[in-house]
């Protein structure tokens, strides 16, 4: 589990980089070797391998393939996701995003940067509606409520629609959310702005790569009231995912491992005990007419 974006030196590290170098050392520790027969075989240091572990630097398909071939690991489904993480991680370090021109996403920046790379998200929220699936006006009563928006809520409420984009783009983002009932009850801004946010996720809901999900009261206690946490993935789901979580204060990354898979046993429990796509956009329904 990581917090925020470890240093060394003028280095950062990168989530797709530590979830890279987290699966490479699995592999070369199944395998019985040590850093010093990676370094071997790519004909370099045991620093360099040091730092392609832990994420440090972005990996060259050749060095990929070399490791691969040394720890016996020859099934092309692996191998393929390994590359294919690799790229994604080249691609997003050295792009120069739309995300970097908003300095009211602090550091939320990383994670908009992953989200924007990936290719699907499952998203568990108790408290809120998802990022993705936010209006204007939500976004802005809850950062604060104040009767004029402010330019920082202006910028902030744009970098929210630049993500969305996600969404609709070609090929599009796939999400599939559980949202806990109270999130539907207790939304900010009036009744103005309550019937705009469930009349979008309604609509949101009639789009093929969106599958949006309630979580009812009369399914009882959950253990996953406390935080919201989102899976993302960059390649087939469940090979390479990193699992985003926020609770007060701070945010967290789970890249791989046994977190990553305890995330979604707890997401796609949640979901097979809410209601169904059908009963959950009529709830939608029936309580915009409370509004």
């Known amino acids: 589990m990581t917090t925020g974006q470890p240093m060394l030196g003028n280095s950062t590290s990168s989530v797709l980089g530590r979830r890279l170098g987290g699966e490479l050392v699995k592999l070369r ?11 071997r075989a790519l004909t370099s240091s045991i620093t360099k391998v040091t730092k392609m572990e832990r994420g440090w630097v972005p990996m ?20 393929g996701g390994l590359l294919e993480l690799a790229r994604v991680d080249r691609d997003r370090r050295k792009a120069k995003g739309w ?5 009211t996403l602090g550091d939320m920046q990383e994670y908009v940067s992953l989200e924007n790379a990936a290719t699907a998200i499952k998203a568990w929220q108790p408290a809120f509606v998802p990022g993705l699936l936010q209006t204007p006006d939500y976004v802005v009563a809850l950062r604060g409520g104040a009767s004029e928006s402010t330019a920082e809520d202006e910028e902030f409420v744009a970098a929210r629609l630049a993500r969305q984009r996600r969404l609709t783009e070609d090929p599009p983002l796939t999400l599939r959310t559980v949202i806990y009932e109270a999130v539907l009850r207790n939304l900010p801004g009036g009744p103005k702005a309550a019937r705009g946010q469930l009349d979008h996720l309604a609509k949101m809901a009639e789009q093929p790569n969106i599958t949006l999900l309630i979580y009812p009261f009369s399914a009882g206690p959950h253990r996953g009231l406390n935080s919201s946490f989102n899976i993302i993935s960059f390649a087939e789901p469940g090979a390479m995912d990193v699992v985003y979580l926020e609770i007060p204060f701070t945010r967290l990354w789970i890249e791989g491992g046994e977190g990553t898979a305890a995330h979604d046993e707890l997401f796609e429990t949640t979901a097979g005990c809410s209601l169904s796509e059908q009963d959950s956009v009529s709830l939608i329904h029936r309580l915009r007419k409370e509004f």
């Open 99 to 103: 995300w970097n021109d908003y300095t």
């Open 29 to 39: 520790t199944a395998a019985g070797l040590t850093q010093s027969h990676a370094a």
């Open 60 to 79: 060259r398909d050749p060095d990929i393939r070399a490791l691969c071939e040394l720890y016996g690991v020859r099934d092309p489904g692996t191998v």
